[in-house]
Nanobody, 123 residues
Framework: QLHLAESGGGSVQAGKSLQLYCKPS????????LAWFRQRPGSEREGIAAIDSDGTTTYADSKKGRFTISQDGAKTWLYLEIDDLEPEDTGMYYCASRGGSYCELDDRTYVYWGQGTEVTVSS
């Protein structure tokens, strides 16, 4: 059973940077997608970025520039760096995973989800 655990959220001021962490465990897929989604208050969950087992990244058009998805060399951690934080970045950030490739940012295609880590950005 794959388990995903996010961390790194908190309260930060606008303009700062923040790195979120996700640690997958129980991984059994040779090929996989790992992705970050967020849900802002009163809004639906939206995709931010995904990375596949080859390191290929996919970003939502609106998220290019301030968001960076990456993994460590050993592929034991998934990261999301958010630069120049805005109050509109406030929300719950989720790590998600599934097997396969072609990592689109459709939350309906992801099987495993973490509990989320909350980010609050103040102006």
């Amino acid at each position: 059973q794959l388990h995903l655990a996010e961390s790194g959220g908190g309260s930060v001021q606008a303009g700062k940077s923040l790195q979120l962490y996700c640690k997958p465990s129980g991984f059994e897929y040779a090929r996989y997608c790992l992705a970050w989604f967020r849900q802002r208050p009163g809004s639906e969950r939206e995709g931010i970025a995904a990375i596949d087992s080859d390191g290929t990244t996919t970003y939502a058009d609106s998220k290019k520039g301030r968001f960076t998805i990456s993994q460590d060399g050993a592929k034991t951690w998934l990261y999301l760096e958010i630069d120049d934080l805005e109050p509109e970045d406030t929300g719950m950030y989720y790590c998600a995973s599934r097997g396969g490739s072609y990592c689109e940012l459709d939350d309906r295609t992801y099987v495993y989800w973490g509990q989320g880590t909350e980010v609050t950005v103040s102006s």
